[in-house]
């Protein structure tokens, strides 16, 4: 750095040395943990409540194919960030309101079928569409369930994994059909009841991230079986299941296991049951509102009779119909989407906001 | 005028250099350890594809097939799982050249040692098979593969059936012994799950279950309770692994990366 400075003139020094402290800067970087390193933002949007765009605090809006609670945007619809869809509906985020009815609106039949995450969207999600799930609710039933069965312990552990999963699945749906039931029991009227549905392993700790109740469960041909909530959080990268290694499934769920001597609120699946279970284990997942109570499962049909007046929803085993009162009338305006120029023009940066403007006077 | 057009010229070139090599090295996806080259921690970004080797920083080792599920790794010999329209294969790779192995299931529990040679444990019957010389036996024994150290393969058997939580024996096989040999169990009653088996001094690192929950221990390869080490919940949702260099069992959070050291003896 010193030879430059004596030998070139002042003006060639100065790039030099500004080269030789960004050199020494990156290096000094390079050392640093990569946590402390920036990469670039591609894009970001901030929303209302309700996860409606705000004008003006986005960036590259259209990019990304996902957008407020991971719901996948349909903004050929009504322009960007403006449309949702999902599994079971269609979703505006500028009304927080569903565009057709709740698939599961018997189980919610204090609240309009149109509401969304029950008029509560800092707290609940609902990424399907056919129910707002409370992820903190089953945290916290499964830390009151395993404080509950501690509580009732005199020095010893032993096994009551079907009093802990029982106490926590009241906690959460109210409802009590495991109720005195032993683990073996449970698996078998899981295994029959419509108001459960076996997923994948790999889908569990979604369903539970969601909000959803999934037990995992397991029937022992001689023994008590094994029963275990799966509770929200970040899947485990650790060990296998079914030899199967955390990373090819993209993780293993973690539960909540009250079995003989474990008291946990939250471990890996694989550590509830071992190696030789796995493949038995069956992860069941509480459907309530697709049950008609008679261990069928029930498709609905909705027949719109007539769109002015009412809604007519036809059973088709029973043929019974159910009369719903008129939808509210929805107007939406259908904006177009914003010209190149126009998104540029929203950037903070200075010099994509000149692009964006010139290319805007030329029409683009 | 022209000392300001120099500088700003020699600014946006070193900025756009500064920025286009920071990008080629910088990596955030999630990356678990699977093995060492050279006793180089080496990673695998499974949703990259892509191999890392870990040097205070992470340095691109290969990319591999999008069709490829990496199983094992070992000083450049990679294991991965291909599905086919009939079944699965087993790759064996190094330095571009495969061999294919046709199997009728998945590929579980899998080990890969310095020379290429490959465990696992099929999963009808449970036993041991290797695959060694592009030759395929079973090897008698039943378990679930974990690793291949020091020239010795380390499996684990469940400790007891009426038990429903993880609970495993770890044994050690000497292969250098071949069929005389006889396996030794090391630690019992563990979880079997987190199995880190040291490669430099006499231990093993695994959980056991302590008052209703867990923990990690450090054991003695006698069997004995080393150390129960108290770690920070967010660095256990992965499997630890040695440092050479640090002469540490490290563990990590697999979302920042960010690490912790635990000293381990050496003898």
Known sequence: MFIFWRVLPRSYAYPFAFAHLTIEAFLRLKTLPLTARTAPVLSHKNYNPFGMPLP????????????FNGMEKDDEMKGNGNSYTTEFRQYDPRLGRWLSIDPEFRAFPWQSPYVAFDNNPIIKTDPRGDAAGDPKKITQ?????VQ???DSDNGSEPPKCNIGVNSAFTEITGSNELKGMRANEMANYMSTSSNFTPIDVSEAQNAANNGDVVIASYIASSGSGHVALVVPGEASMQGTWEGQSAKSMGGIPKVMDTGAGMRTEEQPVNYSFGKPKQDEVVFYKYTPALSNGNSQTVQETITLVNPQETITLVNPYTGVKTELPKPRQQFF????????????????????KTVGHILNYFGF | MKK???VLMFFVITATLLGFILKQNTTSSPKIFVGYINNIPVFDAYGEKTLYRYEDEFKVLLKYSQNYNLK?????FVCYEEKTKTGFNMVISKEQQEKKYPLSNKLSYVAIDERGAVYYTDNNSQSIKSIKNNEAKDIGIKGYVLNVVNGCLYYSKEHDPNLSYANADIFELDLSLEVTALPKKIITNVSGEATVILPVGRYVYDQKLINGGFKPVLYGTDGKEYKNLEIDSKYLNTTPFYSYQKNALIFYDINTMEMKEVRVPTH
């Open chain 1, 56 to 67: 003006g605090r986005q960036l590259t809006p259209g990019s990304y194919r996902y957008g």
């Open chain 2, 4 to 6: 300001i057009i120099n």
């Open chain 1, 141 to 145: 039933a499964a830390s009151n369930a």
């Open chain 2, 72 to 76: 094992a790794f070992c000083e450049g």
């Open chain 1, 333 to 352: 305006s259908a904006a177009p989407d914003p010209t190149l120029g126009k998104q540029l023009q929203q950037s903070r940066v200075d010099i994509v």
């Open chain 1, 148 to 150: 509950k069965v501690k």
